[in-house]
């Protein structure tokens, strides 16, 4: 699979913060699947159309790895890309930075397996591996 990666950088909102006004553990599954998206769409597939052509992407597996907290109104560049890609599934990795100092605040990986609109197991149709392995202008 390829390395192309797809980026979104964006500022961290309060209520993404605990008491401390650190960012929630809770946030970075939301912002890799934002970033999950962003890769998707600048292959000219997005998640809306996936799912209506009858495929879906459940999550088998997660693993985040904290490296330095984010904190409110930090902004925040959040990176995916395709490690690994099988018939019927695939990997993302994640990489978390701040975006003003460059320093690495959180990686993880995400695990999906294509269903289709019964819940069965599918294999991810050729249209759309072709799409997740193209290049991308970043």
Known sequence: MSNSFAE????????????MGIVHH????IWFEEARSE?????????AQVESAGYFFAVTGMQLRFHSPARYGHAVTVRA?????RSRGFTFAYEVRHADTGRRLVTGETKHICIDNQ????????WLQEAMARQSEI
């Open 26 to 29: 809770s946030v970075y599954p």
């Open 8 to 19: 979104t950088t964006f500022h961290v909102r309060y209520a993404e913060t605990d008491a």
């Open 81 to 85: 890309w395709v490690e690994k890609a």
């Open 119 to 126: 819940g069965r197991s599918s294999i991810i149709p050729p």
């Open 39 to 47: 890769f998707m769409r600048r292959r000219g597939n997005n998640y």
